[in-house]
């Protein structure tokens, strides 16, 4: 009998060289805190505190059924219409809710399953090139997809803009963008995507723009990719920051209407359809505008806070009028230092260098706690920036 506890677990190589999610290490420090019973003032995770609107609650909870059945992949009419209503308003996108536009069980699946109809590991085109520091999700959904990872260095001075001279058109065959810029805040202008969308037709590349911050702003309104290409593209919409729905797992993808049809016949197989009754609150969610503004307000407070409270310490960060993120260059350069030592104040942060290469040297603060936990958070840490005991 051949003797299995001595050899190894065989595994996908690509999990064996991605090791664990970078903001797992996060996680883990700050329960082991929590159970030492350490208050925390948690800008880690991208989590908001705020409550889900009452409606779209009412919403979810009528359209619980007495028996459950399997939900469609394709979702629910009133779902794709309410999103096309929305994207109509919005952006001024007119959509075909039944070519058009698929549901998801949130963007982080959506945005990883997204290269599975399009690459694979025989393909002489395979590449699929994301900005760094960026979402780790492009990368990993890259790889597992057969696909070839082509990280594109983002730098201040360029504004956070992925350099499109920097793309190889010979390797490239999906380009994600994403803007407002999750973990810096960057915002991109008009002119810029509509060079990214020439640029992409002019070389038959995909082009994938994640807009899950779009709506979270405080200026001018930003831009969807789908107001100036429809051709070979798709945006990926979310209600997890929009709507306060994280854990609703609701999103939503839209563009072409052949990459959608590639879409909607692999995701039955996949199984990811979302519960009728988180359709029917999503339906709910992108119905109405008016809870949106009111976070936006709450956001928008958060965000004058820390930058007043940078700006007295002699921090320095990345001016941002969008995300609920804040981009912010660390005293030493060492962010993972810093993290660790603002941690021990019960101030919890994203060190940068966790979203990849070019994420050194930062750390990103999250506005997710209430306006009374950020004010306290704030002083704890001018306390510490000015060498005062806590």
């Not at 994301?130 to 790889?143: D, F, I, K, N, S």
């Not at 070979?232 to 919409?237: I, P």
């Not at 119905?287 to 700006?311: C, P, T, Y």
Request: aromatic share 10%; with cysteine.
């Amino acid at each position: 009998m051949r003797k299995t506890d001595a050899t190894p677990l065989l595994l996908n190589p690509v999990l064996e060289r991605q090791g664990e999610y970078p903001l797992l290490r996060l996680d883990e420090r700050r329960e082991r805190l929590k159970e030492q019973g350490v208050r925390l003032f948690d800008f880690g995770a991208g989590d908001p505190r705020e409550p889900t609107d009452p409606g779209i609650r009412q919403a979810l909870i009528e359209a619980v059924p007495e028996v459950s059945q399997y939900p469609s992949a394709s979702g629910t009419r009133a779902l794709r219409e309410a999103f096309c209503g929305w994207m109509e308003r919005r952006h001024g996108v007119e959509l075909d809710p039944d070519a058009e536009v698929l549901p998801a069980s949130g963007s982080k699946e959506a945005i990883f399953h997204a290269h599975l109809p399009f690459l694979h590991h025989t393909h002489e085109r395979r590449g699929v090139a994301y900005g760094t520091p960026g979402y780790p999700v492009y990368e990993r959904g890259a790889l597992f997809a057969g696909g070839e990872a082509l990280p594109v260095r983002l730098r201040r001075e360029d504004g956070f803009l992925l350099p499109l001279e920097a793309v190889d058109p010979e390797r490239t065959r999906i380009l994600w963008i994403n803007y407002p810029h999750n973990p810096t805040g960057a915002r991109a202008p008009r002119s810029y995507l509509e060079e990214v969308a020439a640029f992409c037709e002019e070389h038959d590349i995909l082009l994938f723009s994640d807009e899950c911050y779009n709506e979270i702003y405080s200026g001018d309104p930003p831009p969807s990719v789908l107001e100036f290409r429809r051709k070979r593209t798709l945006a990926f919409c979310s209600l997890s920051k929009r709507s306060g729905m994280t854990g609703y797992r609701s999103a939503m993808m839209a563009g072409d209407a052949e990459l959608i049809s590639a879409l909607r016949k692999l995701r039955p197989s996949v199984g990811v359809a979302s519960p009728a009754f988180i359709q029917a609150a999503a339906a709910a969610a992108w119905s109405d505008d008016a809870h949106v503004e009111e976070r936006r307000r709450i956001f928008g407070r958060k965000r004058e806070l820390f930058v007043e409270f940078f700006r007295r310490a002699g921090l320095d960060f990345l001016p941002t009028d969008a995300t609920f993120y804040l981009w912010v260059a660390v005293p030493g350069g060492d962010d993972e230092a810093y993290a660790l030592r603002l941690l021990e104040e019960g101030i919890v942060v994203a060190p940068g260098r966790a979203f990849g290469p070019g994420g050194e040297g930062y750390i990103r603060v999250a506005l997710v706690p209430s306006l009374e936990e950020c004010e306290e958070a704030i002083a704890r840490w001018e306390a510490l920036a000015a060498g005062q005991p806590c």
